[in-house]
Nanobody
Framework: QVQLVESGGGSVQSGGSLRLSCTASGFTADIYAMSWFRQAPGKGRDSVAT?????????SYADSVKGRFTISRDNTQNTVYLQMNSLTVEDTAVYYCNARGTRPHEEYWGEGTLVTVSS
């Protein structure tokens, strides 16, 4: 089992920045990708950014956050970060950390951290 703990959410004004952290613990040897998802009020959960954790650290982003958000990793700490800049009210959501492993259907979720952006 893998446990994911997010931190760094909070309230910020439009144009501001926040950095989210997600630390994985437990049996992390099988984890090959970590992602951030978000769920705005009344909407579904959408992928925001993904990073491959075992190889070259290739990243991918949702179009809505490209150029504003950066996902990075610290494998020595089993931690993934999401640096969010130029935040807008549309970024308001609960942000969830996700980890995927190599075994079939192996996927883990954190409990989420709330990001609120005010105008």
């Amino acid at each position: 089992q893998v446990q994911l703990v997010e931190s760094g959410g909070g309230s910020v004004q439009s144009g501001g920045s926040l950095r989210l952290s997600c630390t994985a613990s437990g049996f992390t040897a099988d984890i090959y990708a970590m992602s951030w998802f978000r769920q705005a009020p009344g909407k579904g959960r959408d992928s925001v950014a993904t990073i491959l954790t075992k190889t070259s650290g290739v990243t991918s982003y949702a179009d809505s956050v490209k150029g504003r958000f950066t996902i990075s990793r610290d494998n020595t700490q089993n931690t993934v970060y999401l640096q969010m800049n130029s935040l807008t009210v549309e970024d308001t959501a609960v942000y969830y950390c996700n980890a995927r492993g190599t075994r079939p259907h192996e996927e883990y979720w954190g409990e989420g951290t709330l990001v609120t952006v005010s105008s």
